[in-house]
């Protein structure tokens, strides 16, 4: 069958990889954070949070690459479990600011041997791929 309009073949769909791609990594970890009840999403709020303590929500937003639509429940939820506090900026009522907590922090030591189990599975991908893959990504999302 002749394809009457090429840029709508998935074969030319530089989206679909990134995609699927994404799906197949977040498969990779739900083995090791389901037990802890996080979901991926949770899990790099986390990682955020872990290095900077602090944050507000549009900072953390901008990291993540999400919207307030998708962190205000999430940061409801890890907030009800006692893992942050929310609270409103002192200097402005419109600014919250997330903070992690000591049971928050107590989850770090469970979750360090994520990333060194998943590196053990390994890919086809050489190291010099990934660092390549790494920066192409974040160009991409900077673009």
């Known amino acids: 069958m002749a394809q009457e309009y090429e840029q709508l073949l998935l074969k030319n769909q530089l989206c679909f990889p990134m995609y699927a791609c994404g ?23 986390f990682m955020v949070l872990w290095e900077k303590g602090s944050v507000n929500v549009g900072q953390l937003g901008s990291i993540l690459h999400l919207d307030a639509g998708t962190l205000t429940p999430l940061l409801k939820t890890l907030e009800k479990e006692g893992y942050v506090t929310r609270v409103r900026s002192k200097e402005d009522e419109r600014v919250t600011v997330v ?20 590196a053990k599975k390994g890919s086809s991908l050489t190291e010099k791929d990934v660092k390549e893959l790494y920066r192409l990504l974040y160009k991409f999302l900077e673009g």
């Open 23 to 45: 799906r197949k990594i977040v498969a990779a970890y739900t083995p090791y954070l389901k037990p802890l009840g996080l979901t991926y999403t949770q899990y790099v709020v």
């Open 99 to 118: 903070t992690i907590t000591g049971k928050g922090n107590d989850l770090k030591k469970k979750c360090k041997d994520i990333p060194i189990e998943l």
